[in-house]
């Protein structure tokens, strides 16, 4: 049977989203994963992932070892983040919603933060770097004076149109996606042509240009940098997948997911051929502009815009959906334009005021070593569940409830907070991204940065080892149990509204702890 067949036709762009963060209704689920693969591609397909894409080179690698690195950072992040878009599916609602299967209804808050802090990392980008190149496009085109002022405009407007989308939701946000992705790949495509007179394939600065002195620090420094566009998608890939059917294959969501990601490639190389082309300039996006023939700078306004407005709307309405989930009296319209606003004004702030690389290098170092290890406990604990989760019980939370099969130990399953808080600790202690992170076991790998093994192994070896030690209650397993852990009998406590939740009451024998029960 077709899973779609009962589904309502989806909703017109036009009309405003409806739901925030309750389950989406089976008969509402009108999206498929080519809608997941369309939505990452045309969120990344900007100038923000274009700006990662450059700091390869900007840290000194030549062409190839710039290629390596950031094809290098695309696949690993694509691996870890593969898994983050089946629990849109089976839940109904988004990532840090149905993290509380694994952290608690409340212990979820963790999954809300970490998503407030990529969205703003990413929306800021999104309107820093697009605006700056419509400015740059309109200081060449039509001789305007660059000021700040100037530039204060551009990112108003930016940010007003990203927001008007956002409160509109995500089937306005899916056409402005549809439309990126098919025309921001043509324009960025075309710079083969516009730059194929001062493009070097052998551009290399020598080793005395290493950032950190040596080449595997470097390039390692790099791939994580790339990595990190990537894995700023797990906290939001199920704010789309929601919408996705439940029975859709698990392997079509996991290459939809990959496919997105390697397609992510173009906006990366393309930052990573024209930083080589301007390279030693001050201020890549001017410098840019100023490179372009006429009638690329004149498209470039067009990739700038287009951009800036989808990387923006991604990031932000995933947060606004998210932070009404946390304040359950905000509608996710007016979460949205709260978040916009406080994301604006951190905008104006951070690029008039702080280093743009500096701040940018050290918002994709905290997402990359504290989102890893939180994404890897969110799949391990999808693997043992078997992807069972129930809908009704993510929602207690939401819903000023109590109890639940995720309530566990007053709303926290400490066992995946356990797992989480060392490994992001240990993390952010080997890590190097100068100049604002850097830990002090940096140069415990002679300065090659570990922090991203570390944390993700840290929180693997400690999430099944604490499954082992303390067993998660056996009505949180589908019927035919977990996979590899044991489970500790019991029955799940009632959800009631307010007051505090009546405690599991134990049920027969505990099973054997070596029982492994598979599909």
Same mark, same amino acid.
């Given at each position: ?95 840090? !919603? *149905?993290?509380? /299967?694994?952290? %608690?209804?409340?212990? +979820? =808050?963790? #999954?809300?933060?970490? @998503?407030? $802090? ?10 820093? !770097? *697009?605006?700056? /190149?419509?400015? %740059?496009?309109?200081? +060449? =085109?039509? #001789?305007?004076?660059? @000021?700040? $002022? ?370």
């Amino acid at each position: 049977m077709n899973p779609s067949a009962s589904v309502r036709g989806a909703p017109k762009a036009t009309e405003i989203e409806r739901h925030g963060i309750d389950t989406i209704p089976d008969d509402e689920r009108h999206s498929g994963v080519f809608d997941l693969f369309r939505i990452q591609f045309g969120g990344a397909n900007t100038f923000a992932t274009v700006i990662l894409g450059t700091f390869p080179v900007l840290l000194g690698l030549s062409w190839w070892q710039a290629v390596a690195a950031t094809v290098t950072g695309v696949v690993v992040g694509a691996v870890i983040l593969m898994p983050m878009g089946l629990f849109g599916p089976r839940t109904g609602t988004n990532n840090a !919603v *149905s993290s509380g /299967a694994h952290f %608690g209804v409340r212990g +979820r =808050i963790l #999954g809300s933060f970490l @998503s407030l $802090l990529t969205a703003i990392a990413f929306y800021s980008i999104s309107v820093w !770097v *697009s605006g700056d /190149a419509l400015v %740059g496009a309109m200081v +060449r =085109i039509f #001789g305007a004076s660059d @000021s700040d $002022l100037l530039r204060g405009l551009i990112y108003a407007v930016l940010g007003a149109a990203v927001i008007v989308v956002v409160v509109y939701g995500y089937q306005f946000m899916l056409q402005v996606n549809k439309v990126v992705v098919i025309g921001n790949t043509v324009l960025m495509l075309l710079a083969v042509v516009a730059y194929a007179n001062v493009f070097d394939a052998g551009y290399d600065p020598g080793p005395q240009a290493y950032a950190l002195g040596a080449f595997w620090p470097t390039f390692v420094l790099s791939a994580l940098i790339v990595m990190g566009n990537p894995i700023s998608f797990g906290a939001f890939l199920g704010d789309w997948s929601r919408y996705i059917p439940a029975a859709t294959p698990v392997r079509s969501l996991l290459l939809a997911t990959v496919f997105a990601q390697l397609a992510t490639l173009v906006p990366f190389l393309f930052g990573v051929a024209t930083a080589t082309v301007v390279a030693g300039e001050a201020d890549y996006v001017f410098a840019l502009v100023e490179a372009s023939p006429l009638w690329y700078a004149i498209l470039l306004m067009v990739v700038a815009f287009l951009g800036g407005l989808s990387t923006g709307v991604t990031s932000l309405y995933g947060t606004g959906l998210d932070f009404s989930s946390v304040f359950p009296r905000f509608s996710r319209v007016q979460a949205s334009l709260f978040i916009g606003t406080f994301a604006f004004t951190f905008i104006l702030v951070g690029r008039l005021v702080f280093d743009l690389i500096a701040s940018v290098n050290a918002f994709v170092g905290a997402i990359v070593i504290c989102t890893t290890p939180w994404m890897i406990i969110m799949s391990i604990g999808f693997f043992l569940r078997r992807g069972y989760y129930r809908r009704d019980d993510v929602q207690v939370f939401n819903r000023g409830q109590t109890g639940g099969a995720y309530w566990f130990s007053d709303g926290l399953n400490w066992r995946g907070l356990a797992a989480w808080i060392p490994s992001a600790i240990l993390g952010l202690l080997f890590a190097n991204y100068p100049p604002l992170i850097q830990g002090p076991f940096r140069h415990a790998a002679g300065g090659v940065d570990i922090s991203l093994p570390v944390a993700i192994g840290t929180a693997a070896v400690l999430y099944l080892l604490l499954q082992w030690l303390w067993p998660e209650p056996s009505y949180v397993y589908p019927a035919g149990g977990p996979r590899l852990v044991p489970a500790t009998p019991g029955q799940t406590p009632p959800a009631v509204q307010g007051g505090r939740a009546p405690a599991p009451v134990a049920a027969g024998p505990k099973p054997s702890a070596h029982t492994d029960i598979r599909e």
